[in-house]
């Protein structure tokens, strides 16, 4: 069993053709603008939308542990009573209240997956295992490639690759592409925005290209953060040192902030260090592009 906090069908951006996206729920990152916060824990979690909230008070009523109290017309929970039953969440008429994961098995999953094969089939398209992190699901990730190679369907592994090499090199040979994320090529501002220094990342990116592993590099590409020149240009310098540069793909993905509106059902708090955050300009985005291109490496935007 693992703990899925979403299945999204019809994906067009998490790889080629139409996609069902997989959401494991975890991740040894914490980066500040993460679009998926409840990806990030690998405990179930409770969700609260004050907005369709009416304080009728049936979720503080049902609380078995009296986790629950309205507070300003707010309902508030003390984690130390929540164990994420989540029978408030039935008691909840509006659908204010919610349970971010949910335990599946292989086979719940397979069935799931199985539903689209039609649509994988007219669109070339396939699965995605994203997360939160697929790789720290090291064992159901690698039963579903399996099983998913069995009836060839084409498998996208979405990855933060801050995982043993032994992993990666597993997953790896056992999907047709990897979707690497490239946050930061300076260690302590990987650390300040994602809580992790990039060694680790950029050694794996070097093992998948020197292996010749089927590869894309993505960047989440955040004025304020990283899509200053100097960071760009030092990114695609490091990938055209690289083996196969010249085959190498990079999907610049442009900041946006739903995490926001996640972060506060959540009730956790988006951007913690107040970094100002900003989508970049399309004439930034442009030259991005073109510093790549300077090496000769093809880049997009998503
Ligand atoms: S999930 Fe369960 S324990 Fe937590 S607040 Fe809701 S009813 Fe109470
Ligand atoms: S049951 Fe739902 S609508 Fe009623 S107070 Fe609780 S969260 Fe709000």
């Known amino acids: ?11 067009i951006n998490d790889g080629p053709g139409i996609r069902l996206t997989i959401f494991f729920k975890g991740c ?38 009296s986790a629950l109290a309205m507070e300003y017309d707010d309902i508030s929970t003390d984690a130390n009573f929540c164990i994420n039953c989540g029978e408030c969440t039935e008691a909840c008429p509006t659908g204010a209240l919610g349970i971010s994961g949910e ?3 292989a086979e ?31 064992n159901m990730l690698m039963e579903l490639l399996d099983r998913c190679g069995e009836l060839r369907i084409h498998r996208a592994v979405d990855t933060c690759l801050f995982a ?8 790896a040979g056992n999907c047709e592409l990897i979707l690497a ?19 680790l990342i950029l050694s794996n990116i070097r093992m998948l290209a020197g292996e010749g592993y089927n590869f894309t590099v993505r960047i989440p590409l955040i004025e304020g953060v990283n899509a200053d020149e100097e960071n760009i240009k030092a990114t695609a310098e490091f990938l055209a040192s690289l083996p196969g540069a010249e085959e190498r793909k990079v999907e610049l993905l442009p900041y946006h902030n ?29 030259r991005c592009i073109s510093i790549f291109k300077e090496l000769e490496i093809e880049a997009t935007a998503k």
């Open 103 to 105: 335990e599946l098995s």
């Open 258 to 286: 739903v995490g926001i509106g996640k972060h506060s059902r959540l009730g956790t708090k988006y951007n913690p260090l107040n970094i100002p955050m900003n989508k970049p300009s399309p004439e930034k985005i442009s």
């Open 108 to 138: 719940q999953i397979m069935k799931e997956i199985k539903k689209e094969t039609i649509v994988f089939d007219q669109s070339e398209g396939g699965v995605t295992f994203c997360g939160g992190e697929p790789l720290i699901h090291r």
């Open 28 to 65: 040894p990152l914490n980066c500040i603008w993460c679009h998926n916060p409840e990806g990030i824990s690998t405990k179930r979690e409770k969700l609260y939308n004050r907005q369709k909230c009416i304080n009728c008070k049936s979720c503080v009523a049902k609380c078995p542990n």
């Open 181 to 199: 994320d490239l946050k930061h090529m300076d260690p302590q501002k990987h650390k300040e925005f994602t809580g992790q220094t990039n060694e």
């Open 164 to 171: 043993s090499e032994e992993v990666v090199r597993e997953v």
């Open 1 to 11: 069993m693992s703990l899925i906090f979403d299945i999204k069908r019809y994906s």
